[in-house]
């Protein structure tokens, strides 16, 4: 996991908030664009910058694409956090 691309792409709202949407299963990648007022290619988009800092994997299954929360790297971030403030 490379931090520098994981905080990028936690630095967009619009990502953070499809990661709350994804907090609670899989959804396919029209549901999560059903959410914004945008177009699917910027979805796309951002679902693209959120699998490459493997906070999201996706699946396909048939002519659909299905994104799923990657909380083990959510689980490292939150470690790297609370070991940098102290808690350990």
Same mark, same amino acid.
């Given at each position: 996991?490379?931090?520098?691309?994981?905080?990028?792409?936690?630095?967009?709202?619009?990502?953070? *908030?499809?990661?709350?949407?994804?907090?609670?299963?899989?959804?396919?990648?029209?549901?999560?664009?059903?959410?914004? *007022?945008?177009?699917?290619?910027?979805?796309?988009?951002?679902?693209?910058?959120?699998?490459?800092?493997?906070?999201?994997? *996706?699946?396909?299954?048939?002519?659909?694409?299905?994104?799923?929360?990657?909380?083990?790297?959510?689980?490292?971030?939150?470690?790297?956090?609370?070991?940098?403030?102290? *808690?350990?």
């Amino acid at each position: 996991m490379s931090f520098a691309e994981t905080f990028k792409a936690l630095s967009d709202p619009v990502r953070r *908030e499809i990661l709350v949407l994804l907090k609670d299963g899989t959804m396919p990648a029209g549901e999560i664009a059903s959410h914004f *007022e945008m177009t699917g290619a910027t979805i796309s988009y951002h679902l693209s910058v959120l699998k490459k800092a493997d906070l999201v994997s *996706e699946t396909k299954i048939k002519n659909y694409i299905y994104y799923e929360l990657n909380t083990s790297v959510v689980e490292e971030i939150m470690l790297w956090l609370s070991e940098l403030k102290g *808690e350990n």
